[in-house]
Structures are given as C-alpha cells and as structure tokens.
C-alpha cells in the first residue's frame, strides 16, 4: 500500500538557519505530493504541491522537489522565522480514483527560537 | 471565498452516544474527505465523497458513517461513542486530483 515516512521531530531551530525536513513515499503510479502546515488548534493549510516528476513546488519561501528517483519529497527553507514553528506534513495523493484518499506522514513538529 | 466550514467546533459526549458532525466545502468543490487526528495515531483517512457516492473508504469500524449532500456538503456520524473516538476530526474539500485539499478548522469531539 501507499506509506508516507518523514524525519521525526522536533527539529528546533534559531532563527535564520536553514531548515530541511526529509519525506520518503512508497506508492504505485504517479501520485501526487503536498506539503500541509498545522499551527497549534488549527486544521492544515497546504503549503506548497507538486503533481509530477522534477516538478518544484514553493510558497512563503518554502520549496520541494518530486524525486521520482529517490521518491522523495524534502522540504527545504532557506531562512526559518518564529512565525515558522508548526507541524508540517508531508502527504501523498494517489493516482487514479484513489487521489481523494490522502496518505499522510506522521508530520514534523519545528520550534524556531529567537 | 468562503474556506471549509466544520460545525461544530467543539463536542463533548457520553460514551454510548452517537453524534453528528457537518462540513461546509468550498463552494464549487465535489470532493469531500474526512480524516481523525489523534497524538497516537496521526492523520487518518476515514472516507472520501465525491458527488453524493462514497468513492473511498478507510479502515474504520461500521460505526463511522458518513454522507454527502447534492450541493456537495457532508456529514459523518459516529455511534456508540467509544472513548479512544476523542479525537480532532478534519473535513477537507477539493476539485480536482492536482488542486490539492482545503481543511477546515476541525472539530474537536471529547469522550467522557
């Protein structure tokens, strides 16, 4: 079946460091990859998407790159603020009819400090 | 544009009982899915709609059900509250395979 493993966390950072944050898939077809964000009592917000191979998805400085390869799907920002603490996950969607089936890591908690 | 309407925020229920949760999509999305947020156990898929027709199902016991309305907004209802349902349940919409979900705000059910 279709699995989504990402780093553990929490990754604490200070402000202005770089973060990256690995995300491994497993999945048959060509699925779909996002990245979702969760502030503390909120729902998730997607981040940032990408919808095949070698497609780059970036928003608020925020990016990713669909390695079919290595299918991988690592998120990656250059210059982390405090405004940046949350959990991020990475999720797949699957090919097909299953693409409403949304298949989530276990999600990354980041605490960036001052 | 309205976001992912999920009433009500927060639910309190005896164990036994049943309860009804309802989602509001985005206007123009016929996707619906429904997930359960838990500490121990994550994200979890529950069930996928699209145009009135349960399209997905996942590993839930019968007593997770859900519907969809003809201009698109859902419902799902739990019954025999047990206490491990204590959980955030998140409803999110869609159009498309590509376009990627819109969650709403969630709504916490507490089991007592």
């Known amino acids: 079946g279709n699995s989504v493993t990402q780093m553990e966390g929490p990754v604490t950072l200070s402000e202005e460091a770089f973060l990256t944050i690995n995300c491994t898939y497993t999945?048959?077809?060509?699925?779909?990859l996002f990245w979702y964000v969760q502030y503390p009592g909120e729902g998730l917000q997607l981040l940032l998407k990408a919808t095949k191979a070698d497609d780059k998805g970036s928003n608020k400085g925020f990016e990713a790159t669909y390695r079919k390869e290595t299918t991988s799907f690592h998120l990656e920002k250059g210059s982390v603020q405090v405004s940046d603490s949350a959990v991020y996950f990475c999720a797949l969607s699957p090919s097909g009819d299953s693409w409403g089936k949304l298949q989530f890591g276990a999600g990354t908690q980041v605490v960036v400090t001052p | 544009k309205a976001g992912v309407t999920q009433t009500p925020r927060y639910l309190i229920k005896t164990r036994g009982q049943q309860v009804t949760l309802s989602c509001s999509p985005i206007s123009g999305h016929r996707s619906v899915s429904w997930y359960q947020q838990t500490p121990g156990q994550g994200l979890q898929f529950l069930f996928e709609y699209f145009s009135e027709t349960q399209r997905n199902k996942g590993n839930f016991p019968g007593r997770f059900s859900g519907r969809q309305f003809s201009n698109s907004r859902s419902e799902m209802n739990v019954s025999t509250l047990e206490l491990g349902d204590s959980a955030l349940y998140l409803c999110a919409s869609s159009s498309t395979d590509s376009y990627g979900y819109t969650f709403g705000s969630g709504t916490r059910l507490t089991v007592v």
């Open positions: 999945a048959t077809g060509y699925p779909s």
